[in-house]
């Protein structure tokens, strides 16, 4: 282990001394990882300022002064939120708050006031710091002992360069903080953190001749803190090509797991967590996702519902019993078979109702239908290509409108029913943004060297404007927006290998996408009755739960009515 990561260690483990003889660890982790989060947070942006401002080897007291100077520069802001995903205030800094620490006047509503404004910036970082109860009389009686708790947290780790440090150096301490707290914890530790020697004996038998060059995507549904999702970059030749795919029902270990994966330097692209219970509702039946790797550590004999409505779930059907109330890691088993069987049954369809690649006939055929699909070019068949941009955020009053606005990271697979933000009518006049029609295919044009972003598509539900990182197709009349967007969920990820530009960054523009190859029916009915097949089947497994009988009366009619 590099000196640097045994310093931080130990300078991470002082600062969870303050607050030892306080509470126990399952309280005292959410303050200690909570304070690093927003040093972390606060530094980056600093140094990043400086950076933009072209001045080199600044101190962050240094790069205060800058950020002070230039504030109100709606360029530096808009490069801030374009690279960062956030903005903090000069006066929420953690070096400006310290200040007011150092010389005795902080007040505790300056960091509420910093935390509500990081929250409030963007989904990713939505409730985050819903744990640090700021006001707890743990941290003392008075407010003035409360604020001198807090005081002495943020001073034990403030004058600590945790940003520029070797790579992954801090989230490795991180860990190891996370380690400690498991320890101290006892026997409930198991819920937010798996032991390294377990998850790097997972990741590695996973990775077992495997090539994942282009990248690869990996799912744990009991993630817990992460540190067995994150394993994985340890072993794979371009990390930052995985997209990590969690769920976990405790809220606030859910959190920890969103903090841990920004502190290992994952893009926000890459990081699909949900805070849900596996068991009660697997992964978004309209984000279907055929996982490279599934690996979990549930935990052990962890009790369940067992309603008697998970008969008819397609995890435990085929069954004709539930696990019991008391051993739930055996529904956990059942629920993974399920996922692999589920993914290998669409997979496997598409195969047959798309030609091969050089062939122009594909294995399965509707009755009547006989004739070779022909070679075009995608711009051949298109109308219309379209993408957006960001309005100024330094403009509050372009945002938090009624016009829809979206992102790349909302493709879902699926249909668009909402956006995550809004803008208003001088925003989208401002950026120059037209309102896409409902029924218009989307997709992801940037970030496309992360697997979890290449092939993202989706079929608008709404009208909406939309970002960069968007492209709306609009095609011909006499070409069905069903098979494309069936054909494009199929090759969207192989195309975003071999077709884009860029190099650490990969992206289409214009250009490529009009000559991205598609092979295409030649009449209008045959592109209708597939594109309208996988619409269906799409439907019925979200509809229906994935039911093991709709499947099995989906394969009859495949038999009965496809086959010449």
Not at 410 to 415: A, V
Not at 460 to 470: A, F
Not at 480 to 491: A, C, E, G, L, R
Not at 536 to 563: C, G, P, T, V, W
Request: net charge negative; hydrophobic share 35%; aromatic share 10%.
């Amino acid at each position: 282990m590099a000196q640097e990561e045994v310093t931080l260690e130990r300078s991470l483990d002082n600062a969870a001394n303050v607050l030892r003889s306080k509470m126990d660890a399952n309280e005292y982790k959410n303050y200690t990882l909570g304070t690093i989060f927003y040093k972390y947070l606060s530094d980056s942006m600093l140094y990043y300022v400086a950076e933009l401002l072209e001045e080199e080897n600044v101190s962050l007291e240094e790069a205060q002064k800058l950020y002070e100077e230039n504030q109100d520069d709606p360029d530096l802001i808009d490069e801030l939120n374009l690279k960062l995903n956030y903005v903090i205030d000069a006066k929420n800094t953690y070096t400006n708050i310290l200040k007011t620490v150092n010389n005795h006047t902080f007040q505790i509503s300056q960091l509420g006031d910093a935390f509500n404004s990081i929250e409030s910036q963007g989904k990713e970082f939505e409730g985050l710091f819903d744990d640090y109860d700021l006001y707890s009389k743990r941290l003392g009686n008075t407010a003035q002992k409360q604020s001198d708790t807090i005081s002495e947290v943020l001073s034990s780790i403030g004058k600590l360069e945790i940003v520029k440090t070797p790579k992954d150096t801090l989230g490795n301490a991180y860990e190891y903080l996370i380690k400690q707290f498991a320890s101290e914890t006892g026997k409930k530790a198991g819920e937010f953190y798996t032991p390294q020697q377990v998850s790097r004996l997972l990741a590695r038998l996973t990775l077992v001749d495997k090539d994942y060059t282009d990248g690869m995507t990996v799912y744990d549904p009991t993630m817990g803190s992460g540190s067995l999702l994150l394993n994985f970059r340890k072993y794979v030749e371009h990390p930052e090509r995985i997209t990590y795919f969690g769920q976990e029902i405790n809220t606030s270990t859910y959190n920890l797991a969103r903090m841990n994966m920004i502190l290992h330097h994952v893009d926000v692209v890459n990081q699909k967590l949900r805070n849900n219970d596996t068991l009660d509702e697997d992964w978004p039946v309209e984000e279907i996702t055929n996982f490279d790797a599934v690996v979990m550590n549930p935990p052990y004999s962890h009790k369940w519902s067992a309603n008697a409505g998970f008969k008819d779930d397609p995890r435990f059907a085929a069954y004709g019993v539930l696990p019991p109330k008391s051993k739930a890691d055996y529904a956990f088993l059942l629920h993974e078979r399920k996922c692999e069987e589920l993914a290998l049954i669409k997979k496997a369809l598409l195969q047959k109702l798309f030609p091969k690649k050089d062939e122009f006939k594909p294995e399965v055929r509707y009755k009547n239908f006989s004739d070779a699909w022909e070679q075009r070019k995608l711009g051949e068949i298109l109308s219309d290509l379209y993408n957006g941009q960001t309005p100024s955020r330094n403009v509050k009053s372009y945002w938090k409108g009624d016009i829809p606005w979206l992102t790349s990271g909302e493709l879902n697979h699926g249909i668009v029913e909402e956006t995550i933000e809004k803008i208003s009518e001088s925003g989208k006049k401002a950026a120059n943004l037209r309102l896409i029609p409902s029924g218009t295919i989307v997709i992801a044009i940037t970030g496309l060297e992360a697997p979890g972003t290449r092939g993202n598509c989706a079929i608008l539900g709404i009208d909406t404007t939309v970002n960069q990182s968007v492209m709306a197709l609009v095609v011909k009349n006499n070409i069905d927006t069903q098979f494309i967007f069936q054909w494009y969920k199929k090759i969207g990820e192989e195309y975003g290998i071999r077709y884009t530009q860029g190099t650490k960054q990969q992206s289409y523009n214009y250009d490529l996408v009009k000559i991205l190859p598609i092979t295409i029916p030649t009449t209008t009915e045959e592109q209708q009755k597939i594109g309208s097949f996988f619409n269906q089947l799409d439907s019925l497994i979200a509809l229906h739960q994935r039911k093991l009988e709709k499947l099995k009366q989906l394969k009859k009619f495949l038999l009965q009515n496809m086959f010449i």
